[in-house]
């Protein structure tokens, strides 16, 4: 409790402020402060008249009564309600936290966008699984927006039966199962493209339709009749070089190769082979090995066969490896003679004859692999069957699945 005592009512006195009790200070409510700076401003009153009735003080009455009139002069210009700066502080520190919480979440998305990338499943499966999995929790664009998919793919996948279709069928299958099981059963080492250009050459010469590749892979798989994804492992060194030619009689490829019988014997195979039509030109086997002269022998052969003639019209390039019977003189002297000009591929490069290396992997696999070879007469008494087979029946990738034969006569 304060007092102040005056001595002359005229002359102002300094304040004293006696405090008679310890109380606790009070708390004024908003209406009560509104009140008393209304008090404050009536006619006749002051901050001084209405502080002492109430027991305040009268700074902090005036400091009401300043802030009232202040908050309402901005209230005018501002043209709309006006906010306590303890509401201002709030707000303001929530939106602070609004933004870190909005920050970390940010982040996390990116976290998980980022290991979707990396992530080995479809995203596609995903986003599909978990609007299945949360029916009704995410909206749909939502969901595509977030792990970057496409809401029409999942629009259409919800959009299917549950229940999806068993294998498709078609009656007109069964007469071109029978066919397909011909071919495989006479050449097992067939994938489907291979099966499909037999099938479709049998078909043009019934003169029906031909059937598109993927029919053939579908009726080959439901009756599993295909091959295995892969025959064999590459090396992880690449080759940049060109060894096909752009048309025939420009490069000839030679080499030889390896067939065992089940009675110990070893057949070695000699051969030349066109880099553009693929065909074989002229072939020589021996139990023995490979000499020079029976090198020299092909040469001539195949410049026989190709040109009728003992010399070539124009310069012909014989590549092969740097064998001893290819790099002798004499058949380098040979070579000359008949128009043909040497190149070796480099050591330890296989690939820069791969013209040749691909036809060796295609005779055993397609032929001797697939034979029962018990000695060196039965291998010799095959070999010219197959390489006709060769010629004139096998299917090559690089021919759009022609044969030889078909690829020179198409191109003459």
């Not at 202040?70 to 929530?94: F, H, Y």
């Not at 996948?157 to 069964?174: H, I, N, S, T, V």
């Amino acid at each position: 409790m304060s007092k102040a005592m005056s001595s002359d009512p005229i002359t102002p006195s300094p304040r004293v402020e006696i405090i008679t009790s310890v109380q606790r200070r009070r708390r004024w409510s908003t209406a009560e402060k509104v009140r008393l700076v209304e008090e404050a401003m009536q006619p006749g009153s002051s901050v001084s008249l209405i502080a002492r009735r109430y027991g305040l003080s009268p700074s902090l009455l005036f400091t009401w009564k300043r802030r009232m009139l202040e908050g309402g002069r901005q209230a005018v210009q501002a043209d709309e309600d006006m906010v306590g700066t303890s509401r201002v502080r709030e707000l303001e520190k929530r939106v602070r936290d609004l933004e870190r919480l909005l920050g970390r979440k940010t982040m996390e998305v990116e976290i998980l966008k980022e290991a979707l990338d990396l992530a080995r499943g479809k995203k596609t499966r995903l986003a599909a699984a978990l609007l299945e999995h949360r029916r009704g929790r995410f909206p749909m664009k939502a969901v595509a927006d977030t792990l970057g998919v496409a809401r029409s793919n999942l629009a259409e996948r919800f959009a299917k039966p549950p229940r999806p279709r068993g294998p498709y069928r078609k009656p007109e299958d069964l007469p071109l199962l029978a066919l397909i099981r011909e071919i495989v059963d006479a050449r097992p080492t067939y994938g489907y493209r291979r099966v499909t250009a037999l099938v479709n050459r049998k078909l043009r010469g019934d003169g029906k339709p031909v059937v598109n590749a993927k029919r053939v892979l579908r009726i080959m798989r439901i009756n599993g009749l295909t091959l295995a994804p892969h025959t064999a492992q590459r090396q992880g060194r690449t080759h940049d070089g060109v060894v096909v030619a752009l048309r025939s009689n420009v490069r000839w490829c030679s080499d030889h190769l390896e067939l065992h019988c089940r009675d110990g014997a070893v057949v070695r195979v000699l051969f030349a082979i066109d880099a553009c039509d693929r065909e074989v030109i002229a072939w020589s086997a021996t139990t023995g090995g490979v000499s020079g002269e029976m090198v020299r022998d092909l040469m001539v052969a195949c410049v026989e066969r190709r040109f009728g003639a003992t010399r070539t019209p124009h310069a012909v390039e014989w590549l092969s490896d740097n064998g001893s019977a290819y790099i002798a003189r004499e058949t380098a002297q040979i070579a000359t003679a008949l128009g043909l000009h040497l190149a070796f591929t480099p050591v330890r490069s296989p690939e820069s004859n791969g013209i040749s290396e691909a036809f060796v992997k295609t005779l055993k696999r397609d032929y001797a692999r697939v034979t029962l070879l018990p000695d060196a007469a039965t291998v010799l008494h095959l070999l010219p069957g197959w390489f006709e087979d060769y010629n004139t029946v096998h299917p090559h990738s690089g021919l759009r699945m022609l044969s030889p034969r078909e690829f020179i006569a198409q191109s003459a």
